[in-house]
């Protein structure tokens, strides 16, 4: 089992600046891939960013050049560094961990939080 907590979001101008951050904890030994998707109201739940567990990262289109992940094996920890904010950024972001044991992989989420992104 994991656990996967996210912290860092808030309210923020356009054009500012949010870091966000998510710990795993529990059954870490096994964690790959770890990213971020977000949900705006009445929308699907969207890719924003992956990092494997060697650095490879993939970015949404829309987020390109303007949003960095980066992760800290040792702490179990992702970030999400988000910098020149658009109001269409305004989700709740979910933080994410795959685990897998042997040949099994299961999908850990957090509980979301909110980027509100003022025009």
């Known amino acids: 089992q994991v656990q996967v907590v996210e912290s860092g979001g808030g309210l923020v101008q356009a054009g500012g600046s949010l870091r966000l951050s998510c710990a795993a904890s529990g059954t870490t030994f096994g964690i790959s891939t770890m990213g971020w998707y977000r949900q705006a109201p009445g929308q699907q739940r969207e890719l924003v960013a992956t990092i494997g567990r060697g650095g490879t990262t993939n970015y949404a289109d829309s987020v390109k050049g303007r949003f960095t992940v980066s992760r800290d094996n040792a702490k179990n920890t992702v970030y999400l560094q988000m910098s020149s904010l658009k109001p269409e950024d305004t989700a709740v972001y979910f933080c994410?961990?795959?685990?897998?044991?042997?040949?099994?992989?299961?999908?850990?989420w957090g509980q979301g939080t909110q980027v509100t992104v003022s025009s």
């Open positions: 994410y961990a795959d685990l897998w044991i042997v040949s099994t992989m299961s999908r850990y």
